[in-house]
Structure formats: C-alpha cells, structure tokens
C-alpha cells in the first residue's frame, strides 16, 4: 500500500510491504509486530473516549491516552514507511530534522490505514472499508 502525505508543508511518500517488518526490525531492533502490542492498551482508552458523554471524563480519558502513547513508535513507523516509499532517505534522526514541526497527531490517522493493512487480511479490510484495496 503507499500514499502521500502531507508533513509541515513537505510531500512525503509512505509505503509498505512485505519487507516493512523486516527492515523495521533491521533498522531499530525490535520485532514490529510486538511492538504494536503496546497500543492495544491505548484502544481501550479510545474506546472509552468514543463513550464518554461528560467533558470532564472525556478529558481525562485523553490524559490516560496520551500517558500510554509511545510516540518513538510512531516515529519509528513513519520513518519505516517513507524508507519504504524512498530507500533514498536519511537515517531518522536526520530525517525528522528536516521538519519544522512533526505534528504526529495529525500524521496518525493518515498511517492507520496503512498499519491495519499490514496485519489484517485482505478479506477483513474490505469488509471494515470496501473502497480498501491492500
């Protein structure tokens, strides 16, 4: 799957593939598919955010959220999958250097797609989003 986005003004192409979880791996050290296991956590506390009718608990459902984000994660992901896009590009630290702002909460919604594509089937995407095509 690939895509473009948009990162403080700047294009940046993000791809996977079949290789992504290995040149994660290569590249950080870590085993990709466990390392999304620390978000499974942060669903339930989306999941209470999406119920929360009072702002006072939806507030502090964020706080709970934000406490459990690792955003070296996201930052490992995204830079994984422009790798991907462009095996021209830095290594990360230089890479992110090169934006003004990183805001990665408006860049997450646009990977979530991307992710969900890499562990589930091709069968399961259609059916959450039939316009999906992995």
């Known amino acids: 799957m690939e895509k473009t986005i948009e990162i403080a003004g700047q294009k940046v192409r993000l791809k996977t593939s079949g290789a ?5 791996k290569a590249q950080f050290h870590k085993d990709y598919f466990k390392e999304l296991t620390k978000l499974v956590p942060l669903l339930k506390v989306y999941e209470k955010v ?5 702002k006072k608990n939806e507030l502090q459902n964020m706080v709970d959220a934000m406490n459990l984000i690792d955003f070296e994660l996201f930052y490992n992901i995204i830079w994984t999958m ?7 590009i830095p290594e990360p630290l230089e890479w992110l250097d090169q934006f003004e702002t990183f ?3 408006e860049i997450l919604p646009q990977m979530q797609e991307m992710m969900t594509a890499m562990i589930a089937t091709e069968k399961n995407l259609k059916a959450v989003n ?3 095509t992995p």
Do not use: E, G
């Open 20 to 24: 992504f979880a290995l040149r994660y």
């Open 82 to 88: 422009a790798k991907t896009a462009d095996p021209s």
């Open 103 to 105: 805001p990665i909460i």
């Open 50 to 54: 999406q119920k929360s009718k009072s």
């Open 130 to 132: 039939p316009a999906v």
